[in-house]
């Protein structure tokens, strides 16, 4: 399969509170393939969402290369970041982010800046319906369940039809079965429109659906180990 998002010896340095560099990136590498789904563990504060941030070039790296579909990303300008984060990349974050209005509203929302709000409704209509939600288009965040939310969020991630889809513990407030679906989802959505999904997360269940199954720490990305973290 074709790599759609490479990352070559990253590294990232922050300073801690008591003024000693806490190095959570060191030499990551990582390639990616388009229409695969890398479900990412690693204990906390081990740099899972550096990473993504990396990814979605919301943070630079301080050495190493990441490529989407061949492209370097980490030495973009500002402006060109924001486009890349508007057109390349769906990222689904483990709390909803919802906007005022409805379950279309927010599914269109990252449309907005390219489509007048008819259009972009008009254009994320039938992926809500292909995500379970064709009953629910009009309904508010307070009338809709956890996963209905999160597949709402899923729907904003994909309607950008982005290279590489960033999904930052997606299960972690959703009950089994909940995440049993949102983890389906994103398998499927992954190998049906060959999106590379990078999903990090602390939950076992991921494992069972990933195509990969990988390990931050020490600030290196291996293999895991043999089985998902209890």
């Known amino acids: 399969m074709t790599a759609m998002v490479e990352i070559s010896g990253v590294a990232k340095q922050f300073a801690s509170l008591d003024d000693e560099d806490v190095r959570p990136l060191d030499g990551v590498t990582l390639d990616v393939a388009a229409g695969e789904l890398v479900a990412l563990y690693g204990p906390s504060g081990s740099g899972k969402t550096t990473l993504l941030n990396i990814v979605a070039a919301l943070l630079t790296p301080d050495e190493g290369s990441v490529q989407v579909r061949g492209r ?6 500002e402006r060109e970041a924001d486009a890349y984060r508007l057109t390349e990349v769906g990222f689904i974050p483990q709390t909803p982010e919802f906007v005022a209005g409805t379950a279309l509203d927010n599914a269109a929302f990252k ?15 039938g992926l809500l319906v292909e995500l379970g939600l064709g009953d ?9 369940s956890g996963g209905e939310r999160q597949r709402v969020m899923i729907a904003r991630a994909l309607a950008i ?4 889809v960033l999904a930052d513990e997606p299960t972690g407030n959703l009950d089994r079965r909940r995440s049993e679906d949102v983890l389906q989802l994103l398998r499927d959505q992954s190998h049906d429109r060959g999106v590379a999904t ?15 199954v990988l390990e931050l720490a020490d600030g290196q990305v291996r293999p895991f180990r043999t089985t998902a973290p209890a």
């Open 72 to 77: 370097e990303i980490t030495t973009l300008r």
């Open 111 to 125: 449309l907005l800046g390219r489509y007048r709000l008819a259009e972009a409704r008009s254009r994320v209509r």
């Open 136 to 144: 629910r288009l009009h309904h508010r965040e307070h009338e809709l």
């Open 161 to 164: 039809e982005p290279a590489v």
């Open 198 to 212: 990078i999903l990090v997360t602390h939950d076992p269940l991921a494992a069972d659906y990933a195509d990969r």
